[in-house]
T-cell receptor, first 116, second 109 residues
């Protein structure tokens, strides 16, 4: 079974430029998460989707960040315009809500963003 | 105060030693607890869930003390391949995962 797929793996942009990340979760997983992870820190949740609905976006900086999961499958996270402080690894994770007891999240390899 | 706090690390231990990680959490309503492992420049992966009665998986033992809001992970007979960052994770009031900063473990031959 394929895992969580993310692209691109690496992205280098100049500040004020836009950038987009794509994620395809594990087939059948209805819950999708976007996290940001800075060096030496744990992942910080940006947004959580259950199917196509964003159920928790309280930590998403909405002035510059946006996300969508139109058909409840793959998802895109966008930053416009990017700032130097946005340099981080952006991780996508998915989970099968029916596995509520286990609560395991499966992560993609992440996109390492560098803003110059 | 952070919601989930872990030993700052790194821990440098010789191969074969026993190593213990500590974690405290602030939300007394947290219901689920986990240890994830993250290799350098890789994504986090679930190592084990932590149950109230304590649980063991081979060389790994996890324990939970709800009264003290404390979680631990013990690794016995450590191997070189155990070198990684160990992340303590608890669930929040909206069933979201709240992550500690992680403790880096370096096993030396």
């Amino acid at each position: 079974e394929a895992g969580v797929v993310q692209s691109p793996r690496y992205k280098i942009i100049e500040k004020k430029q836009p950038v987009a990340f794509w994620c395809n979760p594990i087939s059948g997983h209805n819950t999708l998460y976007w996290y940001r992870q800075n060096l030496g820190q744990g992942p910080e949740l940006l947004i959580r989707y259950e199917n196509e609905e964003a159920v928790d976006d309280s930590q998403l900086p909405k002035d510059r960040f946006s996300a969508e999961r139109l058909k409840g499958v793959d998802s895109t996270l966008k930053i416009q315009p990017a700032e130097l402080g946005d340099s981080a690894v952006y991780l996508c994770a998915s989970r099968n809500l029916r596995d509520r007891f286990l609560n395991e999240q499966f992560f993609g390899p992440g996109t390492r963003l560098t803003v110059l | 105060r952070k919601e989930v706090e872990q030993d700052p690390g790194p821990f440098n231990v010789p191969e074969g030693a026993t190593v213990a990680f500590n974690c405290t959490y602030s939300n007394s309503a947290s219901q689920s607890f986990f240890w994830y492992r993250q290799d350098c420049r890789k994504e986090p992966k679930l190592l084990m869930s932590v149950y109230s009665s304590g649980n063991e998986d081979g060389r790994f033992t996890a324990q939970l003390n709800r009264a003290s809001q404390y979680i631990s992970l013990l690794i016995r007979d450590s191997k070189l391949s155990d070198s990684a960052t160990y992340l303590c994770v608890v669930t929040g009031s909206m069933d979201q995962l709240i992550w500690g900063a992680g403790t880096k473990l370096i096993i030396k031959p």
